[in-house]
């Protein structure tokens, strides 16, 4: 089985290094007050700053925390299930820094792939995809790929039942096992 593993949101809480920087700059924003994929719109964000400022915020790749205190383990259990790449969508000054920052948490995996934009992971080839971004989640489920949703206040809304949905990461290894134990590439309700 081949699981496609994202990082921002899913394993770095990378939003909570950038509300940091942007509450020094801008209005106080709260992760809880991101309700929506794009909430840069609504606090007048211009779309380019946003992506260039969560760039900037890897540049500080040590002082991202991770979503979860044991992603280490969590990733370690996933690759006992099957094959976990890294699949993340990000500038391209960034990879090392991210790769730096999946050294120093332990995160278990075997390659890492970066695409420009997140909605180009559809086109990948994987059985199941861990992600956050609700625009993600559905390009793959329109193409038939398997998605585990990583719940974060930004993808709340997202209504699919196609896609199963997790709270901690965890989660998705008891997910996994039944499908493989199933042999059934796919997520079925």
């Not at 609504?42 to 979503?67: A, G, V």
Request: glycine share 4%; aromatic share 10%; with cysteine.
């Amino acid at each position: 089985m081949k699981i496609a593993l994202d990082v921002d949101g899913v394993l770095a809480d990378v939003i909570h290094s950038w509300i940091l920087y942007n509450n020094k700059v801008r209005m106080t924003i709260h992760k809880s007050d991101i309700s929506e994929w794009d909430f840069w719109k609504k606090h007048n964000i211009q779309k380019f700053d946003f992506y260039n400022e969560l760039s900037l915020c890897w540049k500080s790749w040590k002082d991202i925390p991770p979503t979860e205190n044991n992603i280490a383990e969590t990733t370690g259990k996933l690759s006992e299930l099957g094959t976990v790449d890294i699949v993340t969508a990000r500038e391209e000054s960034t990879h090392e820094y991210v790769k730096n920052w999946l050294k120093l948490h332990g995160v278990i995996f075997r390659n890492y792939v970066g695409v420009i934009e997140g909605v180009e992971k559809a086109k990948l080839d994987y059985d199941i995809f861990i992600d956050d971004s609700p625009l993600n989640a559905h390009s793959m489920l329109n193409v038939g790929k398997s998605v585990i949703l990583y719940t974060q206040p930004w993808n709340t809304s997202f209504r699919d039942n196609r896609a199963k949905r997790v709270q901690k990461l965890e989660k998705a290894i008891s997910i996994i096992d039944e499908i493989s134990k199933t042999n059934t590439i796919g997520l079925k309700n």
